[in-house]
């Protein structure tokens, strides 16, 4: 059975950086309508403070394309495995300062939320602040992996690029499961958006419209929300996914 999956991408840097200066990472990483089997996506949020961080959020969520979101922690491992070998070979290709240096051997740092829809049900794997909102009937269905705009912190666990900092990482795994029907919107976005959704459905607003408010004019609206103070000035990231039928 071939899904047909609408798709869409916004992403916008911090205010005063530079567009080439966003360390948010998605794949696919643009707009398309897709006509197949399945869909897998991720998005991945670098963290500003640990180096070459947009390279290693691009790593994760390119490593995990033709992966199948598991529990087992073993099945992430696979993929982060894949995502480290990948930055040491680009690492090796980089003039280095003695400070980068360093920094290199502290390891890269980004979130990942991972999402997979098949003919059956939909998969989501987490680890970190980027999160899911799942919508059927322009109604929120649930949120993932947080559900109070409360549990928002400026330390969320993190994947890193060097092994050490990854120990315990199957307490910070959060995995759920479910069947979709046609019409059902999943919308993924990086922390700062997630933030302020979960603060307006808290507060009875529409979300949905919220949400489709925003992709109408996404970098002009989160500017606009940064001056407002509704929503913190980072890399902000949503992908907006429509179920549309199924054959």
């Not at 205010?15 to 089997?37: R, Y």
């Not at 940064?226 to 199924?246: E, G, H």
Request: hydrophobic share 35%; glycine share 2%; net charge positive.
């Amino acid at each position: 059975m071939n899904l047909l999956i609408n798709y869409e991408v916004y992403t916008t840097q911090k205010d005063g950086n530079l567009e080439s200066e966003n360390e948010d990472a998605c794949w696919p990483s643009n707009s398309n309508t897709f006509f197949q089997t399945g869909l897998s996506c991720a998005i991945s949020d670098g963290a500003t403070q640990t180096i070459f961080s947009k390279l290693w959020a691009n790593l994760l969520v390119k490593s995990i394309s033709y992966s199948y979101p598991l529990r087992k922690p073993e099945n992430l491992q696979r993929v982060i495995d894949c995502a480290t070998n990948n930055w040491n070979i680009e690492i090796k290709k980089k003039s280095l300062a003695w400070n980068q240096e360093e920094k290199v051997k502290q390891g890269a740092s980004a979130t990942l939320t991972w999402l997979k829809i098949t003919n059956r049900e939909c998969r989501v794997l987490s680890i970190g602040d980027s999160n899911l909102f799942i919508f059927r009937d322009k109604k929120l269905s649930f949120p993932f992996p947080i559900s109070n705009s409360h549990q928002f912190s400026n330390h969320p666990f993190l994947i890193s690029s060097c092994y050490r900092n990854n120990q315990n990482i199957e307490k910070h795994l959060r995995f759920r499961q479910w069947d979709w029907k046609p019409g059902d919107v999943i919308v993924m976005a990086t922390d700062a958006l997630s933030c302020y959704l979960l603060t307006e459905h808290e507060e009875c607003k529409d979300i949905f419209k919220i949400t489709t408010s925003i992709k109408k004019n996404f970098v002009e609206k989160i500017i606009e929300l940064r001056s407002q103070r509704k929503i913190k000035n980072d890399d902000t990231t949503m992908i907006f996914l429509q179920i549309l039928d199924f054959q």
